[in-house]
Each structure stands twice: as C-alpha cells, then as structure tokens.
C-alpha cells in the first residue's frame, strides 16, 4: 500500500468550491496520473480483499470511478447509487444531509437482493450522509452492508460518526485531512 503522504501528492485542494468556506478535496488529479490511480484502485481492492461480500454500492458520480474497476477487478456486482431523476426503473430512495446542502439517493428496487452482502465505496467521506444514505439502501433493500472503503476521509466533519448509526460497520480510507 502506497502512504498517505503520496495520495495527499496526488489530490487538489480548491479553497471555497462549491461556497465559501469549503476546502474542496478534487481527486482528478489521481485520475490524471495513470499510475496514481492504478494505485490507489489496488490499494482500495486490498482493504476489500479483508471482507466477504458480491456487490459493491457506489455513490452518484464520483463513487463511479473509484467502485466501477474496484468491481471489476474483484469480479462482483456493481450497484449505482443516483441522486433523483437519473434512474428510470422503480427505486428505494434515502435524503440525507450534506456538508453544503441536501439530497438523495436512489438505487433500483431489485437492484439488491435479500441477503446480498454489500461493500460501500466513494471518493470521500465528509459529514456522511451519502455513505449513510447507501448502508440505508442496502437494508431497506434487505441487504447487508459489510464495510465501507473511502480514497479520502475528512474526520473532522464526523462522517465516521454518522456513518456508523445504528449498524456499525469498518470503515476505511487511504487519506486523511485533520484539521485543515
């Protein structure tokens, strides 16, 4: 596993994006560099490699990029997690809060079956709403979430936390801002 210190190399930071006062963390640059983001998707398969699950749920669009080769690497089913009017079959949907507004998340119906076995990945963890919203799902869904793999964490707006109400779970990261 490559450290933190060489992801934080390959992260922006945006100072007031979207609104003033947000310290935007921008994980384009790992997608720029080839290498950095074929690191960063093997070092997220080896903390998934610890836990036994067949479908991966990833979040509205970031989540995309990280959860789709991290599928496809591990050889497991992929659930996309949108925010409303993106889906056109019948969904569950979860609202949630976020560290600069509101929204919600969408998964189809019959996209997570009784008993599925569910790992959680997305670009960032911040106050954890999104991450919350997708371990919802899978339950509403009858599912199970078994862990949750983030490329970058931000503690200090208490996502853990959040995350971790009523059906804790591991969570992971390969970054961590405190503090900033």
Do not use: W
């Amino acid at each position: 596993m490559k450290n933190e210190e060489y992801y934080k190399n390959h992260i922006a930071t945006i100072e007031d994006f979207p609104k003033k006062g947000i310290m935007f963390r921008d994980v384009t640059k790992t997608l720029e560099d080839a290498e950095a983001f074929h690191n960063c998707i093997d070092d997220m398969v080896e903390l998934a490699s610890q836990y036994d699950f067949n479908k991966i749920i990833c979040a509205d669009a970031r989540g995309f990029i990280f959860g789709s080769p991290i599928a496809y690497k591990m050889n497991k089913a992929l659930v996309v997690s949108r925010k409303p009017n993106k889906l056109p079959r019948p969904g569950h949907s979860y609202a949630y809060s976020l560290e600069y507004g509101e929204n919600m998340m969408i998964i189809p119906k019959d996209s997570i079956k009784e008993g599925d076995r569910c790992l959680i990945i997305d670009d960032l963890l911040a106050t954890g709403g999104s991450a919350l919203a997708m371990k919802e799902l899978v339950k509403m869904s009858k599912g199970i979430p078994v862990a949750a793999i983030f490329y970058i964490e931000l503690p200090d707006l208490k996502g853990r936390e959040t995350l971790k109400k009523g059906f804790d779970i591991p969570i992971h990261s390969l970054v961590k801002y405190e503090g900033e």
